[in-house]
């Protein structure tokens, strides 16, 4: 999908979309669906299941920015406002698992640098009102990273408690990712002044390159890794320790904001998806041989 289709999606939808006086946006639900590439119905049910014992993993999002189960039932009629589009386009363009899309992921970056209020405020043509009006209120930003985060604890016991401890496996791990994401947002915070980005790269290869990497097959995520490390290990050597699939692994990550670097991994990337058959070229370098020599010399 082109920037050409997205503003004739805003175009279609112009009319399901308001800017008030004070320049507060919101959207129907209906249009806020056509912004991230899903059925509406999909949202309508995720907003109502809020009031649900185990709501849906985004109404679980949305709830732990501070909205209340109330306010997203509100929204099925009255519109969304803007904070929350973009909450809900961020969900479908990174967080909803095999729900992502790429519409989402572009309209997302089609607001990223200067928010989804003034995006919409510039498709609909709102212009600041005249000096001679009254300042209005700075508008309103959500919650720091600390009351986010003892808000996503306080839902967790809530959900523990009604199902008794027994949490649905998904939900449970979406709880532990966004954690970490909460906790990360936090150390970012605290390093003021530092433009490092540091990606894995099947992160990279998703978020930057917009690829669908697959959990099975020759090309699959697992064999993507072992492939720059295996042709490109001037890339990098650096390891953290993340959350992955439920569990704490060590990952290679790479310095994406270092041009060569981010020009290094697209080329290894495009050249993994271009291959034929992967698997064979790095058997056929010892990539396997040599993890399994390493256990050897471990045990």
Known sequence: MSQIEVAQIIEQISQEIEVD?????????????????????????????????????????LMAQGFSSADLNLWRTDGIPDIAIAIILEYYAFNAG????????????????IGIRAWIQEKLGWTKPSPQQPEQPPAPALPPVEQRLQTLVEA???LADLTGGRLNPYI????????????????????CGTQEKWMGVVNFAEIELGKKVPLHGSHYRGHLGTWVRTFYPHLGDR???RLVNGTQQSVYIYACHDPAIADGLKAAVEEFFAHPNPTAALRQAGAFTNKKTMRLVKN
């Open 98 to 113: 095999r729900y992502c899309n790429p519409q989402a992921r572009l309209v997302c970056r089609s607001f990223n640098t």
């Open 156 to 158: 967790m016991k809530t």
């Open 21 to 61: 006086a004070s320049g507060k946006a919101k959207a129907s639900l209906r249009a806020t669906a056509r912004l991230a590439g899903v059925d509406d119905e999909s949202i309508r049910k995720a907003l109502k299941s809020s009031a649900d014992p185990a709501p849906s993993k985004l109404a679980v999002v």
């Open 172 to 191: 449970e791990q979406h709880f532990k990712d966004y954690a970490a994401n909460l906790l990360a947002e936090h150390n970012r915070q605290a390093l």
């Open 239 to 241: 390891q953290e320790t």
